[in-house]
């Protein structure tokens, strides 16, 4: 069973209510349809369960849900919270507008939450010790430009970190840092597919169709790091609805995108000391309206999920694997090969 999320790589936890599948704490379900979801409460994202237990995950997930009485409801959407702290989301009938603002909504508003919180908790950090420093009668001149550049970053997030660990076809696992969703554009290809130029730590490469959706789906939420305010969702929402559907969304959304994103003329730039926290997030992926980036990020999203629900099952538990084998690399990157080899020695594996 798998554990862990298919776009941040985080364990995606457990819970003891559900016997079928203890896999979660927080689980959305919709009985009519079948379709069960797995939140991921590092980066909110659902994650479409494949699995062949889900029926009877969904029956038992029904019943604790109606048994329990710890719980808000409309006509098409309930929220209820068991005992053992797992929440659970249950999904009736709503128009897919009602349930794409109502999921959506929930979504961004607590990454959007969440990061407001850091953001602000970093700051005060900073106004401590230049609080601190005054105090003290020390000299603030150089040291306060270095502050306010350390506030900078609490904000928008450091340009090195990385950002996402993805497994590719042509260039296999890749590290992308914050400052790379800068020098990234989307485009429309020839035959209105997607296409993805991504820039990642030694290389870039450009992905077409499935992968760029997929690879797409997993930076997106990164440059969207304050989701978005009701107002952002309701504007991505729309946009959807009035191209018909997510996958006729996406084949002009790329070009559009790319005709309002602003190119770094100078990728150099970022790369030299004190520029590079200050100009990152002007450019490439950033640049794009929030409302066009919400868009994208919800139009990748259900494509995924209409295309596993269509029978391509494979594709999404190759997407787990991937997800768990990225995790692993991760989790390994700080162990010495000397313990890796010790371990496989102890297990007998030569």
Do not use: C, W
């Given at each position: 069973m798998y554990s862990t999320c298919i776009f941040c790589n985080k364990p995606l936890g457990s819970n003891e209510s559900i016997e079928a599948f203890p896999v979660g704490e927080r689980l959305a379900f919709d009985p009519a349809r079948g379709r069960l979801w797995v939140v991921c409460r590092s980066c909110e994202r659902w994650n479409l369960s494949p699995l062949e237990e889900r029926w009877e995950a969904i029956e038992q997930a029904e019943k604790l849900y109606r048994?329990?009485?710890?719980?808000?409801?409309?006509?098409?959407?309930?929220?209820?919270?068991?005992?053992?702290?797992?929440?659970?989301?249950?999904?009736?009938?709503?128009?897919?507008p009602e349930f794409a603002a109502w999921r959506y909504?929930?979504?961004?508003?607590?990454?959007?939450?969440?990061?407001?919180?850091?953001a602000g908790g970093g700051i005060a950090g900073v106004v401590a010790v230049i609080a601190g420093g005054?105090?003290?009668?020390?000299?603030?001149?150089?040291?306060?430009?270095?502050?306010?550049?350390?506030?900078?970053?609490?904000?928008?997030?450091?340009?090195?970190?990385?950002?996402?660990?993805?497994?590719?076809?042509?260039?296999?696992?890749?590290?992308?840092?914050?400052?790379?969703?800068?020098?990234?554009?989307i485009m429309t290809e020839g035959d209105g597919s997607l296409?993805?130029?991504?820039?990642?730590?030694?290389?870039?490469?450009?992905?077409?169709?499935?992968?760029?959706?997929?690879?797409?789906?997993?930076v997106l939420p990164q440059v969207n790091r304050f989701g978005g305010a009701k107002s952002a969702v309701a504007d991505a929402v729309r946009s959807i609805e009035q191209a018909g559907d997510s996958s006729r969304f996406l084949q002009v959304a790329g070009q559009r995108a790319h005709s309002l994103i602003k190119p770094l003329a100078d990728p150099a730039k970022l790369r030299k000391p004190g520029t590079r926290q200050m100009e990152f997030n002007k450019y490439g992926l950033f640049s794009l309206p929030s409302a066009q980036r919400l868009a994208l990020e919800m139009a990748l999203h259900e494509e995924a999920e209409r295309r596993a629900l269509e029978g391509e099952l494979a594709t999404l538990e190759q997407a787990w694997r991937d997800a768990e084998e990225v995790a692993a690399i991760a989790d390994n990157l700080f162990v010495p090969a000397g313990v890796e080899a010790d371990l496989r020695r102890l297990k007998g594996d030569g």
């Open positions: 048994d329990t009485r710890r719980r808000v409801s409309t006509d098409n959407i309930g929220l209820a919270r068991l005992a053992e702290g797992t929440t659970l989301v249950r999904i009736g009938e709503p128009q897919r909504g929930d979504q961004f508003g607590r990454r959007r939450t969440r990061a407001l919180a850091m005054a105090a003290a009668g020390m000299a603030m001149g150089g040291f306060g430009y270095l502050i306010f550049h350390a506030g900078h970053s609490m904000v928008f997030g450091r340009a090195e970190s990385v950002v996402a660990r993805i497994r590719t076809e042509q260039h296999g696992v890749i590290d992308v840092r914050r400052r790379h969703l800068a020098e990234s554009t296409g993805l130029q991504l820039r990642f730590k030694n290389g870039q490469g450009h992905f077409t169709g499935p992968e760029a959706e997929r690879i797409a789906s997993i």
